[in-house]
Nanobody, 115 residues
Framework: QVQLVESGGGLVQAGGSLRLSCAASRSISSTTAMDWYRQAPGKQRELVAVITIGGSTNYSDSVKGRFTISRDNAKNTVYLQMNALKPEDSAVYYC?????????WGQGTQVTVSS
C-alpha cells in the first residue's frame, strides 16, 4: 500500500499563486507517471497535469501556461505550481500515482480562489 499526502492548498485571491505538494510513502521512481486531478462541487473529477517517469508533461487546456507540474524523485514528491489562479480553479486537488501493478490516490487538498 502506498500513501500519498497532499499539502499546500488554501484560500487565495484571484491572480495569486499556490504550490501543491504530494509526498509518497514509496519511491516514485517506480511509477510510470504522476498526475494531479481536481474535482469541483457537482462536477466530475478532471485531469489537470501529468508528468511521466521520463519527465514529459501534459496539461489540460484550462491550466496550460499557468500551472507547472514537477517531480523530485529523491524526495518522492510531486509538485503543482499554480499561478494566475482563477475562481474556476477552485476545487479539491488530488494526487494520483501510477505504479506498475496498481494506482493510488491521495486524500485531496482544497484550493479556493476568491474573486
Amino acid at each position: 500500500q502506498v500513501q500519498l499526502v497532499e499539502s499546500g492548498g488554501g484560500l487565495v485571491q484571484a491572480g495569486g499563486s499556490l504550490r501543491l505538494s504530494c509526498a509518497a510513502s514509496r519511491s516514485i521512481s517506480s511509477t510510470t507517471a504522476m498526475d494531479w486531478y481536481r474535482q469541483a462541487p457537482g462536477k466530475q473529477r478532471e485531469l489537470v497535469a501529468v508528468i511521466t517517469i521520463g519527465g514529459s508533461t501534459n496539461y489540460s487546456d484550462s491550466v496550460k501556461g499557468r500551472f507547472t507540474i514537477s517531480r523530485d524523485n529523491a524526495k518522492n514528491t510531486v509538485y503543482l505550481q499554480m499561478n494566475a489562479l482563477k475562481p474556476e480553479d477552485s476545487a479539491v486537488y488530488y494526487c494520483h500515482a501510477r505504479y506498475i501493478l496498481q494506482n493510488y490516490w491521495g486524500q485531496g487538498t482544497q484550493v479556493t480562489v476568491s474573486s
